[in-house]
Antibody
Framework: EVQVVESGGGLLQPGGSLRLSCAAS????????MNWVRQAPGKGLEWVSH????????YYADSVTGRFIISRDNSKNSLYLQINSLRAEDTAIYYC?????????????WGRGTLVTVSS | SSEPTQDPALSVALGQTVRITCQGD??????TSWYQQKPRQAPVLVIY???NRPSGIPDRFSGSRSGDTASLTITGAQAEDEADYYC????????????FGGGTKLTVL
């Protein structure tokens, strides 16, 4: 089955760090560019970060630049998001989303997400 | 680039037609994709490209674009179409690689 499954969320204190993981299966992970998208409670979707298929190119939203680090390990079919200096506003469900290689530009596969709660 | 704008909420009578719009500069240059999200579920792609539906999406869903405005039309809305709908497009810079609209909460009456 083609799927991506996120893990690593939890209850963290402000200022802390954590690493989210996204395990891909059923497709050639190394051929796809990947993204993280988050959704704060009761809010809309927010694009967070992008990584190219090789991992050589990375982009971040302004709101997370300098604190978040995206990476991948194609040998393990896995995507990661290192989150540092956690803030209350980082509280959200974090989704792993596969970017279609089509020039139509869209996300063609989403995971169920992992919840990150930042609270003291 | 700024976030595309969507009406926060719309309602439609069962069986009627509703159009959900998304407006933004980035939409002039890139196709818009649309995602349906039901409570406590992940987003699901419903429309991409010029007007394409993934396998399993009913043909009552269609998409269009005119200038800086993209539209998602549901022709003959069903109770199961009640959900949040988000438009999405490529942005205009590296730190705005992707942009999402604020979402439209659709109620089927």
């Amino acid at each position: 089955e083609v799927q991506v499954v996120e893990s690593g969320g939890g209850l963290l204190q402000p200022g802390g760090s954590l690493r989210l993981s996204c395990a891909a299966s059923g497709f050639s992970f190394s051929s796809y560019e990947m993204n993280w998208v988050r959704q704060a409670p009761g809010k809309g979707l927010e694009w967070v970060s992008h990584i190219s298929s090789t991992g050589n190119t990375k982009y971040y939203a302004d709101s997370v630049t300098g604190r978040f680090i995206i990476s991948r390990d194609n040998s393990k079919n896995s995507l990661y998001l290192q989150i540092n200096s956690l803030r209350a506003e980082d509280t959200a469900i974090y989704y792993c989303a596969r970017e279609s290689p089509s020039v139509d530009w869209y996300f063609d596969l989403w995971g169920r997400g992992t919840l990150v709660t930042v609270s003291s | 680039s700024s976030e595309p704008t969507q009406d926060p909420a719309l309602s439609v009578a069962l069986g009627q037609t509703v159009r959900i719009t998304c407006q933004g500069d980035s939409l002039r240059n890139y196709y818009t994709s649309w995602y349906q999200q039901k409570p406590r579920q992940a987003p699901v792609l419903v429309i991409y490209g010029k007007n394409n539906r993934p396998s399993g999406i009913p043909d009552r869903f269609s998409g269009s674009r005119s200038g800086d405005t993209a539209s998602l039309t549901i022709t003959g809305a069903q109770a199961e179409d009640e959900a949040d709908y988000y438009c999405n497009s490529r942005g205009s810079s590296a730190n705005h690689r992707w942009v999402f609209g604020g979402g439209t909460k659709l109620t089927v009456l």
